[in-house]
């Protein structure tokens, strides 16, 4: 079975612009979450989505968004991009079917640049 | 608040030795616990997984304990090979929460 994938793995911007991020997660899975890397802040959350609902949501500024589309793939949107935003931002995808033991799968990240 | 500790930054093991990593954690609506292992500029891999039912979760060289009254669990590894350098961490979810809370990650380096 394919891992989940995440396209463009490398992007680099500048302040002001704004950019979008594309998550294919591991077939039959029907949850993907957001997280974004730092050296300072390691892993935290951004947001999380199922059947195309946003069902949990971490603690970013609104210029952070996302959406699912139908077939579970997902984006995420940064706008107004400032330098802190520079980060690997890493989709991960589950069964969504409960938070019990449901097991996330990471993709290989994207790694942002912002000049 | 930091809800999932990792205190080591690091560790050095040689080859063929146990490695264990450890980890803390505060919030006690947590129920199900992941370790995970990441090489620089990769996603993390998911290593193994101990729901809070168990105090117990072993695959291969790998095995998970988990002491709830202490709020900890450990991640043992053995024997340790080269191949097991990485950065490890530990991660948490509980009830309806969807999200998973991370450690700060540990780096392990096994010396041949």
């Known amino acids: 079975k394919a891992g989940v994938t995440q396209t463009p793995r490398y992007l680099i911007k500048t302040r002001g612009q704004q950019v979008t991020l594309s998550c294919s997660p591991i077939?039959?899975?029907?949850?993907v979450s957001w997280y974004q890397q730092t050296p300072g802040q390691g892993l935290q959350f951004l947001f999380e989505y199922f059947s195309e609902t946003q069902r949990n949501k971490g603690n970013f500024p609104g210029r952070f968004s996302g959406r699912q589309f139908s077939n579970s793939r997902s984006e995420m949107n940064v706008s107004t991009l400032e330098l802190g935003d520079s980060a690997l931002y890493l989709c991960a995808s589950s069964s969504g079917g409960g938070g019990g033991t449901d097991t996330q799968y990471f993709g290989p990240g994207t790694r942002l640049t912002v000049l | 608040d930091q809800q999932v500790k990792q205190n080591s930054p690091s560790l050095s093991v040689q080859e063929g030795r146990i490695s264990i990593l450890n980890c803390d954690y505060t919030n006690s609506m947590f129920d199900y616990f992941l370790w995970y292992k990441k090489y620089p500029a990769e996603g993390p891999t998911f290593l193994i997984s101990i729901s809070s039912i168990k105090d117990k979760n072993e695959d291969g060289r790998f095995t998970v304990f988990l002491n709830k009254s202490a709020k900890h669990l450990s991640l043992h590894i053995v024997p340790s090979q080269p191949g097991d350098s990485a950065v490890y961490f530990c991660a948490a979810h509980g009830g309806s929460n969807y999200k998973l809370t991370f450690g700060k990650g540990t780096l392990l380096t096994v010396n041949p």
């Open positions: 077939s039959g899975h029907r949850s």
